[in-house]
């Protein structure tokens, strides 16, 4: 491995400034994807800027009734926090079955938006693809069977890998970045994209000397939600597809729906069909199946993954019937 120093500041500005002294600078977090790219020979930085101690750990009330989140904040402390599972319990049941234990007390909220993909030819050196500035994607036509199955038109096939991100998007949360120069805010749903010619190399739009420092999440009002991962049974891996649905209610009716999918898109994949089936109906069973069909309406599987289509809808459907307080 590249010899890298190692810097470990205790505030915000002072992480930000360190994230502009030259060479290649990573913000490092709890390491879990990190230092493991490290290892592979994947990314050879000069310095480390460790965040864990610079950031925010807490979650705490907005002035309209919503929660803001430190990027610190360790995912199981997300998984039991107690507002966040009273008020937005897709979340913390995302965060609480990422990887073992030992994970979520070492990952961070931060990290796990801004981890980079698993695609296996992506996590090998040897295979210079379109992500490592190469001139083809080896899983467009080699082993594709945990990758897209929507947004494929891109040069890259990877699914998105972070759990977090998906009920994000889902309850419409926004993300506070700040550089040195100053701070944003982006709607979750704006922050992760598609990859094109020229953004291939990335999945979000965060500047090399910008860090996510807050998850702000609005008051969610009367929702129901609802979160359904298909794994390899009793697997510690990520997830093979997943879905959380976020519904407002008017009565026994859904006023409105979000459906967000993950692990079949480079980006967590907003099913718009099936929210626009899913306005004006009762939340029951009925609902659940047109969702599930209506999810994976216009996927276009590779190769080896059209039994993706089938664990979506599945998914959904759950997430939908979850959302309604049922057993699945
Ligand atoms: C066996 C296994 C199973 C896993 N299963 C899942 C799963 O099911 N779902 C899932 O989502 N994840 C899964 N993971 C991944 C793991 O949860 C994430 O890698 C972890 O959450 C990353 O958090 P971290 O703090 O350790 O990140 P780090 O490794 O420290 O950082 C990850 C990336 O984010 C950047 N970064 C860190 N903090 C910030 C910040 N505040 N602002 C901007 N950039 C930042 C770093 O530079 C780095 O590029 C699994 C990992 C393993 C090993
Ligand atoms: S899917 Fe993306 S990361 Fe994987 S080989 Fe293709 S270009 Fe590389």
């Keep these: 491995m590249k010899a890298f120093a190692y810097v470990n500041p205790s505030n915000e500005s ?30 050879e930085p000069d310095r480390l800027v460790s965040v864990k101690g610079a950031l925010n750990r807490e979650a705490a009330a907005t002035g309209d009734g919503g929660l803001r989140i430190g990027a610190a904040m360790r995912l199981f402390e997300v998984a039991e926090h ?3 599972l009273k008020r937005y ?35 090998q050196e040897e295979f210079v693809c379109f992500k490592k ?33 998906v009920p994000l998007v889902a309850y419409g949360a926004r993300f506070r970045l700040a550089s040195a120069s100053g701070e944003r805010e982006v709607a979750a749903a704006d922050y ?14 965060l500047a090399d000397d910008e860090l996510l ?24 891996d990520w997830p093979m597809a ?11 009716s859904i006023d409105s729906a979000r459906v967000v999918l993950g692990a079949v898109a480079p980006v967590p994949w907003r099913a718009e069909d099936a929210e626009r089936v899913l306005r004006g109906r009762l939340l029951d069973d ?40 049922r057993s699945v």
């Design 14 to 43: 002072d992480a930000l400034a360190a994230l502009r002294s030259g060479g290649i600078v990573r913000p490092l977090g709890g390491g879990q994807d990190l230092l493991a790219r490290l290892k592979d020979y994947l990314d």
């Design 133 to 165: 500035g190469g001139n083809r994607c080896f899983a467009a036509d080699g082993e594709n069977q945990y990758h897209s199955i929507f947004g494929n038109d891109g040069p890259s096939k990877i699914v998105h890998p972070s759990s977090l991100a």
């Design 192 to 205: 992760f994209t598609l990859p094109s010619m020229q953004t291939v190399q990335k999945e979000n739009v």
């Design 242 to 252: 997943f879905a959380t649905v976020v519904l407002a209610m008017n009565g026994p």
């Design 82 to 84: 107690p507002e966040i």
């Design 286 to 325: 009925a609902a659940a199946d047109v969702a599930g069909e209506a999810a994976v309406r216009g996927a276009k599987p590779l190769a080896q993954n059209a039994y993706k289509i089938r664990i979506t809808r599945t998914a959904v459907k759950r997430a939908v019937l979850a959302a309604a307080g």
């Design 89 to 123: 319990p897709a979340l913390a049941e995302a965060a609480s079955t990422v990887g073992s234990p030992q994970i979520r007390h070492q990952g961070t909220v931060g990290g796990n938006l801004n981890q980079r993909p698993r695609c296996w030819y992506f996590r």
């Design 213 to 236: 420092t807050h998850v702000i999440l609005p008051a969610p009002g009367n929702v129901r939600s609802g979160h359904y991962e298909v794994r390899f049974k009793e697997s510690r």
